[in-house]
């Protein structure tokens, strides 16, 4: 069989007949036996149309890096594909980074592993280290599992060229990932994502020295920076801790689960630098399991279903707070949505911030953002508050590089947040940060307990403030891209080519922003003030009633999430009427744009 193009120049042939053609179609590609048996049995039983999925596209960078399933072949993660794709690194970083060699690479992992495919991000993350050693360029490698924020930390810590973290953050357990950042310390956007793609294209057949794991051992290159990046991570704390001494004294408990990760150490010591006794681990899921064998899914974001054993154990400590970071520790939940939380948090960053500078003038250099499909809480504050609020794109890298730039003119971002889960208080690393956000939650209940106060009680009193923002968030599986791309089409063209819908249900829709092709209908000239995102499906629709809601493809996972959210003015309390009106208008948009059994869409499961 011939497959298209598969490996950039190269041709994919494989002699199903005879059984000995090489599914990698180089002599000496590929040396993982696991991986090279997955792909002599596809081949000896002619599974034709799985060959062609895996052979014959190579990832994309998404939201989040390169992103999918642990497996055989160029689509998916496995010892071969990271070589490639360091390879392709290292041709990039050479053209653009004069002093590559001097300033070095950032490596890190989680605790993902698969006996099947013989992956694991350890070996994933020594390949990485291998391929740029080989080429005399120095490399940090942690010698242990450590948070994904401590790869961009190390990355401004050390001036380095760039950073790769080898994770999936919450996905299933199959799945891992190759995540990029920049020597500025954000995830790699728009062009270095597109160059580097092509530079992997161009850098197919490994060299000789990137199978070489012995080099982390041997080579003078390598590095161990954990320790180094642990201390300072944990006394840069400090600029977001406000009330150690209070912190000290407080009789709160804490609950903390690490869902089989690599949080339970990193919490426990980001608590301790606050002046609180470490956090409760749930003991079922403090160590690290590949398998996550306690939770349906290891993402944190499900709610109660997925935080059961946490519950329980906070019951019988008599805990009020249960924190809970996800597998690589970037995003952090407690019993608040993600959208909830967000408020919680930028109001405690803000009011801190405003303690420490008493002159409103200075106001006017602080800066909020969120991406453009979690709450406008943050705009409500703003507009009363007087600093500058700023959208960006779905996913941290949109964040992370716009704070970058804000900084650089003088501007101080002191509180960043995405709907799902992902917070970021002060500016310390240009990502999510879990290990830190759980601490500052726990300060901020520590200080609100003084006043009498739960964390839910303030954000009532939040929401009187600046008026009720309520929201609803979830998510349909979809396996099939055609189908997703019919979705979409339609929508695009459902009163003729280009006529986007004007209602749905019985509720009127006044304006329409599709970023992926660049059209914005309440701009004058019709085009999109953000980005344009043609590699993802994200349509926007404001509803007369006021109601805003989006589609959009994940970044990182087979799923079309819908955002919804109903803006109240301050002062209007009817809050029941403004659920009732948020769940219809929700209902009719998964029902009619989505039309989920029509289109064989899997509903959430937890």
Partial sequence: FIFGRCDGENMCVINASNHTGNPFNHSNQCTNPQTWKQMESLVREGHVVELRRRLCSRMTFGTAGLRAEMSAGFACINDLTVIQSTQGMYKYLAKYVPDLKTRGLVVGFDTRAQTSSGCTSERLARLTAAVMLCKDVP?????????TPFVPYAVMKYGAAAGVMITASHNRKEDNGYKVYWHNGAQISSPHDKEILRCIEESSEPWPGSWNE????????RRDPLEDVCRSYMEELNTICFHRELNTMSPLKFVHSSF???GHNYVQRAFQQFG???PIPVPEQKDPDPDFSTVSCPNPEEGESVLELSLRLAEREEARIVVATDPDADPVKCMFTGNELAALLGWWMLFNWKEAHPDPADTERVYMLATTVSSKILKAFARIEGFHFEETLPGFKWIGNRIHELTKTGKEVIFSFEESIGFLCGNMVLDKDGVSTAAVVAE????????????????????????YHISRTSYVICNDPPTIHRIFSRLRNSGGSGVYPESCGDYCITHIRDVTTGYDSSQPDKKCVLPLSRNSQMVTFTFQNGIVATLRTSGTEPKIKYYTEFCAAPGERDISSLEEELRKVTAALVEEFLEPEKNNLLHRSV
Avoid: C, W
Wanted: hydrophobic share 40%; no cysteine.
């Fill in 276 to 278: 609180f006794p470490p």
């Fill in 444 to 467: 901020m209940a520590a200080y609100l307990h003084t006043k009498n106060l739960s964390m839910n009680q303030q954000l009532i009193n939040i929401y009187e403030i600046y008026g």
């Fill in 214 to 221: 012995d080099l982390v051992e041997s080579s003078r290159l």
């Fill in 260 to 262: 089989h990760g690599v």
């Fill in 139 to 147: 490399v940090y490698l942690f010698s242990t599992y450590v948070p």
